[in-house]
């Protein structure tokens, strides 16, 4: 037995237990490797053939088994015992696979209806893995729904246990159901700021041959907005023009990507074809009654204004990006319009109206988990808090947004926190701590590669840094000198 048994341990363990176990009760626990977990209701649905008493008495046998353990109320065959027999079923041929996920996705489908909350979240992302197994195309379409519903809420966590749930197929992945879970495998990989991991993974989302045509559009726009976010404008602006030129002409589609095309052309300094691209994205927009493009772009017409200092246009248009986000009872995206509202009111020095936004900024990213937004909103209220005589309150904020920006690997925005909290340092006469907040900035704007950066954070260090000076006393002797020759020729003139 041992000799016809797989060639690995935990395989040949699998094998040879089967081999021991009665013909009915192997299949059950074949069958069973399907689900992460099982109970009895769940093998009723696996086995719904089996008289009551013979699955009962099989379900004992399998709970005694060594490679099965409890898990709060249900049973779980161990991780590698369940993936060598799970792989099993991807390869075997005929159609007892599909079929028993079918069973499975319809008893969950059954559960859903009843549950709420978490417990529904739970049983939408189990309905959503037999579903794959059932009928490949359709479980990948709820895939998606499933994770854009979970990215727009910012619940990313979920969003990558949607995606481990999947590679578990990856046997038997069709090339357009590779394409898909790449795409949003380099979404989340982008929102956590792991952007080389993103950039691979777009490309080879667009290197695959069966990528569907609205996800290779897709992809490529986001791969522009990756590099926006990098600062690379001009391989931004290449990767935008491709999706601009290859996007049919539908309003649904188009002005996001005219929009983001003219955020890259703000970045390289281009106010003019910015205003212009945006101004062509929000009539398309309003033509389509795309309310989330038409509220973004007004929240970015509010930013270009402001980058020159125009500050009636910049409220403006941040307070029409607020009317159709209100529209929309969208509460989440309402915290990056309070963040530029509150910067323009601090550049108005107008600090109280600045608190209030920032603040409301805050609490909308807080509620949502939105740990990008809590670092950009506390750096901004440490400018608030420092011109208000709260230093204490402003160093905190800052030193929390730097290490939110840390975890988020964005040296960028981490050098440009610690650098505000070593000018406050400044402010106060404490050249130590300012000092060392200078280096650090001057190596994490290295670090995220902005030399220039760097270059004027090491001068304004420079000035800090000042040469040991003469003591009192040997300025006397030059002094007397002074004095002695200019009685010399008092005397002389009067002689």
């Known amino acids: 037995m041992l000799a016809s048994a797989a060639a690995t341990t935990a395989d040949g363990g699998c094998e040879l237990l089967l081999s021991q176990l009665p013909a009915a009760a192997g299949q059950c626990l074949r069958l069973c490797a399907i689900p992460h977990q099982f109970d009895r209701e769940i093998l009723a649905a696996l086995q719904p053939d089996l008289a009551v008493e013979e699955r009962e008495a099989i379900y004992c046998r399998l709970e005694r088994l060594a490679l099965v353990s409890p898990r709060g109320a249900m049973l779980a065959i161990h991780d590698t015992a369940r ?39 739970d049983t939408l992302r189990r309905r959503m893995f037999h579903w794959i197994g059932a009928d490949q195309p ?19 966590s979920d969003c990558a246990s949607l995606i481990a749930l999947v590679h578990e197929y990856d046997a038997i992945l069709t090339g357009a159901s590779q394409g898909a879970l790449l795409y949003h495998e380099a979404k989340l990989a982008a929102d956590r700021s792991d952007n080389d991991v993103a ?60 929009h983001d095309l003219a955020v890259a052309w703000r970045g390289k300094g281009n106010r003019e074809r910015s205003e212009r691209l945006l101004e062509e994205a929000i009539a398309l927009a309003d033509v389509g009654e795309n309310l989330l493009c038409l509220a973004t772009a007004w929240n970015s017409l509010g930013t270009l204004h402001r980058s020159f200092r125009d500050y009636p246009r910049a409220i403006g248009s941040y307070e029409k990006s607020l009317s159709y986000l209100e529209r929309m009872n969208d509460r989440f995206r309402r915290s990056a ?41 506390l750096t901004n209220l440490m400018r ?44 106060a006469k404490r050249v130590s701590q300012a000092l060392e907040g200078y280096g650090k900035a001057i190596e994490l704007y290295e670090a995220a590669g902005d030399k220039q950066a760097a270059q004027d954070v090491e001068l304004e260090r420079a000035t800090l840094i000042k040469p040991l000076g003469l003591p009192w006393w040997a300025w006397v002797f030059p002094l007397l000198l002074l004095l002695l020759a200019t009685a010399i020729i008092v005397l002389i003139a009067r002689s």
């Not at 099993?88 to 909350?117: D, I, N, P, V, Y």
């Not at 603040?359 to 909308?364: C, F, H, I, K, N």
């Not at 230093?391 to 610690?418: C, H, M, P, V």
Request: with cysteine; charged share 25%.
């Open 337 to 377: 319009v309070y963040n530029n509202l509150g910067d323009v009111y601090a550049e108005l020095s107008d600090w109280q109206k600045s608190q209030k936004y920032f603040e409301m900024s805050l609490e909308v990213s807080r509620a949502a988990a939105d740990t990008v937004g809590q670092a950009k909103t």
């Open 138 to 156: 359709a479980g990948v379409a709820e895939f998606e729904r499933l994770c854009r519903a979970d990215r727009k809420a910012a619940r990313l």
């Open 199 to 258: 950039e691979r993974l777009f490309r080879t989302a667009l290197g695959n041959a069966s990528l569907r045509p609205g996800l290779r559009l897709k992809t490529r726009n986001r791969l522009g907005l990756l590099y926006s976010s990098e600062r690379r404008w001009d391989d931004a602006i290449a990767e935008l023009q491709i999706a601009r030129a290859t996007t049919p002409m539908e309003p649904r589609q188009l002005p996001m990507i005219i």
């Open 384 to 427: 608030v808090y420092s011109n208000s005589q709260r230093k204490d309150e402003a160093i905190s904020a800052g030193t929390t947004a730097f290490q939110y920006f840390l975890g988020l690997r964005d040296e960028f925005n981490a050098a440009a926190a610690i650098l505000r909290i070593a000018k406050i340092h400044r402010s």
């Open 83 to 121: 993936k060598y027999l799970f792989n099993k079923w991807l390869t075997a041929e005929g159609g007892a696979f599909q079929e028993a996920s079918e069973r499975l996705r319809a008893f969950f489908a059954r559960q859903e209806a009843g549950t709420t909350g978490q417990a529904q979240s």
